[in-house]
Structures are given as C-alpha cells and as structure tokens.
C-alpha cells in the first residue's frame, strides 16, 4: 500500500512539474505552461492576432521570426528591440540590422493591446515575442515546439549591442559562428536558423556585393551562380535601388521548408551569409546536404534551436517588468 501511494505522489508531482519542457535561468525558469492560470487564453489572442497579419500580407511571417531573432541577440530575449527612443531609451531600431528593416512592430502592439484587455499587466512583450515567431513558423507550414514561458521585459536598450552582435549579411563565416557561440549557441544551431532564409525577402543593399565587379578582378563572387546573378542584376543595379526586395528562397518563398538549403547546393543562396555556410567550412556544409535530404531532419533541429535560442539571457523572477505598452517602459 505504501508503495502505490509513493507511485501516486510521484505521479502527481510529475504531472504539475515543468521539467519535461522547463528551461532553468539564473533568474528562475521558463515552462509553457507560464500563463495557464494568469491569463489562459493568452497564447489563443497571440496565435489570432498573428494568423489575420500573415493572411493580410504572407511577408508578416518572417518579419515576425526576424523580430524575435534580433531581439535575443541583444541583451537576450528581452523585448528591447521594440522600444522606441525616450529620455532614457536610445532605440535598436535605428541599428544598421534594423533600420529600413526591422518590421512587424504595429502586429505586437495589436497582440499587446489584446492581451491587456484579456489580463492586464500579465503577458511580456519578450513572451509575445517568442510566440509570435513560433506561430508564424507554423503558419507558414513549418514545425510546431512548445514555448517556454516567464521572460519580462526590459527598462532599456542597446544600440551598440544591436549594431555589433547580430550576424551580418557580408560577415565572414567565423565572425557569424563567434557571434552565435558568445550567445551559447553552436554551428549545429547556426545552420539550422539560417534555414528561416526559407521565407522572407532581402533588401538589393544587402547583396549588391556578390553581383559586380570588384577592383577588376572579375565578379565579386564566383560562388554564386552566375545565371542566379545575371537574374538579381536587373533588379538589383550597381547603383540605386537599394531597397528593392528579393525572394531569400525562390523555389517556395511563402512556404517553410529545407527549400533553402536546396538553394545553397545549387549555389543561389541570396545572402553572403547563407553561401559561406557550404564553401567555408565542411561541418556546416554537411549539415547543409543533411537538411537539404530530410526535410524532418531540419524541421526537428530548427524546433530545438528555436527554444534554445528563446532561451538567451531571459529576464525572470522579480527582475525587469511586463510592460503595458511594448514601446515604452512603465511610468
């Protein structure tokens, strides 16, 4: 009798424990299940509010995903990439990552107001975030993951921190793999994001390097295939045009999957940053050829990276805030 009764408690702790999908900070822990009694329609509002913006425009999607990658990147997951400039705030928005870049910011503030309608001053901007992102990945056709939950927001932001530690377009292979393990996440992890390329577009300004020709010396990319080139010149002029926008992934633009990866084999990856992931180096370039074979293969590990990468440097416990509107600290 005493046996069954310890298996009954042991059951029971299990089933109200968060371990199976918590994730421990040096604040506390993140679990999906954060919100359940707070406000337990909170993912339904967020997951409503971004399906009616990716079925107005299908772009929303990735901008979405993008939002809450440059978030993470700086500072960690703190929801300081949506506020705008104040007294005391200077904006990431107006970083080199971001600026004529960075959107999306008008569909959190409609989840926002949603969800502080629903449970005042309960769900974080940095959560709506997280959300935000996985549900436009799944939108689109991608893998679903559950979220981990408890992140709060910021009081301020990082302008440098915006401009220096987010992976640029022209960065070389090693500076993007420094930036991705100063924030604990390794190559696996690299290649794996970088297959969000998968949907979503890219400004003319972000590749016009790889098209023309550099000091004489030929194309300035023989890496990239040249009638792939010859296409993106006649949108993408050697001057002007700089906000032009061009398909990451031409074969399914809308769609989410290892399309991408496909792409970079045949050499018309859009990005310098895509390409050298299978000229730079050969372990990221078999995990390329991997994801590009199995579709489940790349859907599992994006899923894993995705929690992993929310993961960065939360704000928990009684630290930072929920803010009432995503563009301001409270009062």
């Known amino acids: 009798m005493a046996n069954s009764l310890s298996f009954l408690l042991a059951l029971s702790l299990l089933a109200f424990s968060p371990l199976c999908f918590c994730h421990k900070t040096p604040g506390g822990y993140l679990y999906p299940q954060f919100y ?28 979405l995903l993008r939002l809450h990658f440059h978030d993470c990147f700086v500072k960690g997951c703190d929801a300081s990439i949506l506020l705008d400039s104040s007294q005391n705030v200077i904006t990431e928005k107006m970083s ?17 107001s949603a969800l502080e309608k629903e449970c005042p001053s309960t769900v974080s901007c940095a959560d709506i975030l997280a959300l935000a992102a996985r549900d436009s990945t799944v939108l689109t056709g991608g893998p679903n993951w559950e979220v981990p939950l408890g992140r709060r927001d910021s009081r301020g932001a990082s302008l440098s921190g915006s401009n220096s530690n987010i992976p640029a377009p022209n960065n070389t292979f090693q500076t993007i793999l420094t930036k991705f393990k100063l924030k604990k996440l390794d ?34 990319d023989f890496t990239l295939d040249q009638s ?10 050697r001057s002007g045009g700089d906000q032009n926008l061009f398909v990451m992934d031409f074969v399914s633009p809308t769609k989410f999957d290892n399309s991408y990866f496909k792409n970079l084999l045949a050499s018309k990856g859009l990005l310098n940053s895509d390409e050298v992931l299978v000229t730079k180096s050969q372990v990221s370039k078999q995990l390329v050829q991997q994801y590009a074979e199995n579709n489940e293969l790349f859907f599992e590990q994006f899923a894993k990276s995705m929690v992993k990468m929310g993961n960065i440097s939360p704000i928990t416990g009684s630290s930072g805030e929920i803010r009432k509107s995503c563009r301001k600290v409270n009062s």
């Not at 792939?228 to 002029?237: E, N």
């Open 36 to 63: 359940d009694r707070s406000c337990p329609r909170a993912k339904e509002i967020v997951k409503s509010v971004v399906a009616k913006a990716v079925a107005r425009e299908t772009r929303m999607a990735a901008s």
């Open 96 to 112: 080199v990552p971001n600026q004529n870049s960075a959107r999306g910011f008008e569909v959190i503030d409609e989840i926002k």
């Open 187 to 220: 190559i696996v992890d690299l290649v794996a994001l970088s297959g969000s390329h998968t949907i979503g577009n890219a400004r003319c300004t972000t590749f016009r390097q790889r098209l023309y020709i550099q000091s004489g010396n030929g194309l300035a």
């Open 228 to 237: 792939f080139a010859a296409q993106l010149r006649t949108r993408c002029p």
